[in-house]
């Protein structure tokens, strides 16, 4: 079956820019987390949203970042005025309900800030 | 916040030995420890998973072990296969990962 989907795969933007990543989850999973994952290092928790609900924005590093569900259903993470140090894989992962289920990570998009 | 420690960060094998990784976490009311597999490229995917209420876990050549005493919980990998070789990260506290852990296994 279809797995979590993120678009695009590798995003090339200049220092500055403005960048809007996608996650389509799995059909019917309402849990939808973002994380960050540095070069060499684990993921890190960006953001959970329950539904359309965004129940934690802990992890964003900067009010440049944010992301919204507005449906439910498809997420997009939007950074605004990128930086160098924003470069990273950014993994979207879906659960069936709360977060002590499993979580099914999509492929992740890895944006370069040049 | 909780607080996530893997070691090690690299780790080489020879075909049909085995593997141990550990993590020790900070947050006591951390009740779900689960373990991924990444490989390069993809996102990372479910291996194996504890609550804390159980002690050992096993699931054919992989087993996990948690003590919440000591709060450290490890991943061990028996008759490892070249197809084990793999990033493992460990997590804790739902959404808190460990750094990761390179494994090598050599044929």
């Known amino acids: 079956g279809a797995g979590v989907s993120q678009s695009p795969r590798y995003k090339v933007a200049k220092r500055g820019q403005d960048v809007a990543l996608r996650c389509d989850p799995i059909s019917g999973h309402v849990s939808l987390f973002w994380y960050q994952q540095a070069l060499g290092q684990g993921p890190e928790f960006l953001t959970y949203f329950q539904n359309e609900a965004q129940l934690d924005k802990s992890g964003l590093p900067s009010d440049r970042f944010f992301a919204e569900r507005p449906e439910g259903s498809v997420s997009t993470l939007k950074i605004q005025r990128t930086q160098q140090e924003d470069s990273a894989v950014y993994l979207c992962a879906s659960s069936l309900g709360d977060r002590e289920r499993e979580q099914y990570f999509g492929p992740g998009t890895r944006l370069t800030v040049t | 916040g909780e607080n996530v420690e893997q070691h090690p960060s690299t780790l080489s094998v020879q075909e049909g030995d085995s593997a141990v990784i550990k993590c020790t976490y900070s947050?006591?009311?951390?009740?779900?420890f689960p373990w991924y597999k990444q490989e390069l490229g993809k996102g990372p995917q479910l291996i194996i998973d504890?609550?804390?209420?159980?002690g050992e876990k096993k699931d054919q050549r992989i087993a996990v072990t948690l003590n919440k005493t000591a709060k450290h919980f490890s991943l061990h990998i028996t008759e490892t296969q070249p197809e084990d070789s793999a990033v493992y990260f460990c997590?804790?506290?739902?959404?808190?990962f460990g750094a990761g852990t390179r494994l090598t296994v050599k044929p």
């Open positions: 504890i609550r804390s209420n159980v």
């Open positions: 997590a804790a506290s739902k959404v808190r």
């Open positions: 947050d006591s009311a951390s009740n779900y």
